[in-house]
């Protein structure tokens, strides 16, 4: 051992410089290839992780939001149904509602001249029925109007379609209209198909303004 320290004290200066560089780089390139090269791979690798899980984080919460929108869309459109459901009347009550609906006529002084229901129709997905009744009546314009406003007010739902006047003349210092249309009830059927049911038209009479 004192031989070798003996032996390193001879070697000229210059030399002791050389070595002590190529031990530098020895340790310098070895800390490199063998520690920091690997790390460096390492923090780059989960560096890439994090700015994925990033983007599945932010995907992900972007998808919990519309979820939620969906979930109030769906609850809203629920409760629509709930309310549009509860206008249509059972099938055993329609015939009720149309003899409320002709006595909301005689009432307001329409003479009805024809009033014949005619074949059912089938909703779409089986939800309800259509129940048409044929109609004429004769009696003023004013009255006829009056007459079409307080059907779309009901509770229950009844359309009024194919409105066609005609026949205007004079009767008792008063101007009569033949009136025909087509008076459409709707009958709620058991277990059908939670679709959106009918909706009230808002239909005016051949020729009327405004």
Do not use: C
Not at 186 to 210: E, I, V, Y
Request: charged fraction near 20%; aromatic fraction near 6%.
């Amino acid at each position: 051992m004192a031989a070798n320290l003996e032996a390193l004290k001879n070697i000229p200066y210059y030399q002791k410089i050389v070595i002590a560089v190529l031990l530098i780089v020895v340790l310098v390139g070895g800390f490199i290839y063998l520690i920091y090269i690997p790390k460096n791979n390492q923090i780059q690798g989960l560096k890439s992780q994090i700015a994925k899980l990033s983007e599945e984080i932010r995907i992900n919460e972007a998808r919990v939001q519309r979820l939620e929108t969906l979930k109030q869309e769906h609850a809203l459109l629920q409760q629509q149904l709930i309310q549009q459901m509860e206008q249509l009347p059972p099938e055993a009550e329609v015939p009720a509602l149309l003899k409320q609906v002709s006595e909301l006529g005689t009432r307001i002084g329409l003479d009805f001249k024809l009033w014949k229901p005619t074949a059912q129709k089938p909703g779409p997905n089986g939800l309800y029925t259509e129940v048409p009744v044929d109609v004429e009546v004769a009696g003023g314009y004013h009255s006829v109007a009056i007459f079409f406003d307080r059907i779309s007010k009901l509770r229950r739902i009844v359309n009024v379609v194919d409105i066609k006047m005609a026949n205007a003349k004079m009767e008792r210092n008063r101007v009569v209209i033949q009136t025909t249309f087509k008076a459409i009830a709707f009958a709620l059927l058991p277990g059908g198909d939670q679709s959106m049911p009918p909706q009230k038209p808002t239909q005016k009479p051949n020729g009327a303004k405004g």
